[in-house]
Nanobody, 126 residues
Framework: VLLQAYGGGLVQAGGSLRLSCAASGRSFSTSHMGWFRQAPGKEREFVAA????????HYADSVKGRFTISRDNAKNTVHLQMNSLKPEDTAVYYC????????????????????WGKGTQVTVSS
């Protein structure tokens, strides 16, 4: 699966952005998809994930209620709608694909992504 994230930019605190990720490859529609981010000087962190059908979503506590992940399997795209943005959301955002999702005790483990796209910069000014 080849992935390309886009839609980043500069936005004021409280504003919104919608990130998109275009995917190519046969396994997209059967892969869980995720968004991660990496801020300067910090490790990459999980943001959100969505099951292959779109029926199940997972979010980091820091973005719950503000971000929404969705996907369109007909268009091979996954989106991340980000509302009420905060300066601490500033990071490079990456989309990733997980063709073989792992669950532990019924909970999805998002750190087994096999494919990564180049990131898109999101900067939130205060």
């Amino acid at each position: 699966v080849l992935l390309q994230a886009y839609g980043g930019g500069l936005v004021q605190a409280g504003g919104s952005l919608r990130l998109s990720c275009a995917a190519s490859g046969r396994s997209f529609s059967t892969s869980h998809m995720g968004w991660f981010r990496q801020a300067p000087g910090k490790e990459r962190e999980f943001v959100a994930a969505i099951s292959w059908s779109g029926g199940i979503t997972h979010y980091a506590d820091s973005v719950k209620g503000r971000f929404t992940i969705s996907r369109d399997n007909a268009k091979n795209t996954v989106h991340l709608q980000m509302n009420s943005l905060k300066p601490e959301d500033t990071a490079v955002y990456y989309c990733a694909a997980d063709p073989t999702p792992t669950y532990y005790s019924g909970n999805y483990y998002p750190y087994g992504m096999d494919y990564w796209g180049k990131g898109t910069q999101v900067t939130v000014s205060s």
